[in-house]
């Protein structure tokens, strides 16, 4: 007696994974619906497809300033574990 294939929907991980992408995607969906049936000023609430288009147009600019804004909350914990008189009240190692 062969065993039958368990379908998608009954395979808990995979559920946990495709689940939460259709409701994202359905709601992107909406809001897109919504933008433009409503004709929302992009100043307002941009559509996904203008965030979207605004993401490629302008990526690298965008990437520049997010490592920027990234990397700078590390800097004032490097300085502070780095100066001798502060090492030892340090748990991180100097730099």
Request: proline share 11%.
């Amino acid at each position: 007696m062969s065993a039958s294939p368990t379908p998608w929907l009954a395979r808990p991980r995979l559920l946990g994974i495709v689940s939460p992408m259709i409701v994202g995607a359905l709601l992107l969906g909406v809001w897109q619906l919504v933008c433009i049936a409503w004709h929302v000023p992009v100043y307002l609430v941009p559509s996904p497809l203008d965030i979207l288009r605004t993401l490629i147009a302008d990526g690298p600019m965008l990437a520049g300033a997010l490592w920027v804004t990234v990397k700078s909350p590390a800097w004032p914990l490097r300085w502070r574990c780095s100066s001798a008189r502060s090492r030892h009240l340090c748990s991180c190692k100097a730099a």
